[in-house]
């Protein structure tokens, strides 16, 4: 790295983060915030620029991070001294869980791999932030993440909807935030590798094999036929934007007595 104390970020990345935290309102006085860290190259680059950019603030807040170890590699094989680093480059606490989890993610009959273990990871995170004190949980979702969950809402499941940068969670009182919601992808790997952030592999054995991934190259291919594909479901996630939806399906003892309407309506009307 550059600077072996604080690792210098790319402008692109200050400002964009900058502009999601203060339009969606992510941080507040007082904030005690847990970064969700897997060690990739969003999370890492989250926590690095978070740490930056929180001691700029005209108000205290609180960082920490949180490493959730789904148990996909044998406990004998774990190694987290690449976290460790990251975190001492940051100068933030890591605390660290492991559950034994990856059975019940890979041969769940109910729900497919990733959105499993996208549940678990997250519930783990929250209620370690609820029962440990802290208000705030941060995830490195980008942009180009929000447009995927958006596209593959409605290719898999009939939803049009995607996360949103910030939500207040009633069941544990935490409010999740996404500072980098405005940053893309391919904007974030060149500032990891950019700044040499330590990176620690995936240890998921789907990594490269899943619904995401599938959506990501459709979207890149109509991209490649015209480029503004990618801003148009940008600006389709947005309200406020005209839609021509059909309405909600009408329920079946309504929808059975138009049916009968219809049907017995005599000449003389």
Avoid at 10 to 24: A, D, L, S, W
Avoid at 221 to 239: A, I, Q, Y
Wanted: charged fraction near 25%; proline fraction near 7%; charge should be positive.
């Amino acid at each position: 790295m550059n600077d072996k104390k604080h690792p210098k970020l790319p402008e692109n990345i200050i400002k964009g983060m900058r502009k999601g935290i203060v339009e969606f309102d992510l941080l507040e006085r007082g904030d005690r915030i847990l970064v969700g860290l897997s060690g990739g190259k969003d999370s890492s680059l989250l926590l690095l620029a978070l740490a930056q950019l929180v001691r700029y603030l005209p108000f205290p807040v609180e960082l920490s991070a949180i490493h959730i170890d789904l148990g996909f590699r044998p406990a004998e094989q774990a190694d987290y001294s690449t976290l460790d680093k990251l975190c001492a480059l940051a100068g933030v606490p890591l605390y660290r869980e492991r559950h034994e989890l990856a059975e019940d993610i890979l041969h769940n009959p109910d729900q497919n791999p990733c959105s499993r273990c996208s549940y678990w990871r997250r519930a783990l995170i929250h209620n370690y932030a609820r029962t440990n004190g802290f208000n705030k949980v941060a995830f490195a979702h980008h942009l180009d993440d929000a447009v995927e969950t958006y596209l593959m809402g409605l290719l898999y499941s009939g939803q049009l909807g995607t996360f949103l940068p910030k939500t207040f969670l009633d069941r544990t009182g935490v409010t999740v935030i996404r500072p980098m919601v405005y940053l893309r992808e391919k904007d974030i790997r060149g500032a990891a590798n950019k700044m040499e952030i330590p990176l620690m592999s995936s240890p998921c054995p789907l990594d490269g094999f899943t619904q995401r991934t599938k959506v990501k190259a459709l979207i890149r291919d109509l991209c490649k036929e015209n480029p503004m594909v990618f801003d148009h479901l940008v600006s389709g996630m947005r309200e406020g934007k005209r839609q021509h939806l059909w309405p909600a399906p009408l329920p079946r003892p309504e929808l059975r007595q138009k049916n009968l309407d219809f049907w017995s309506r005599s000449e003389e009307e």
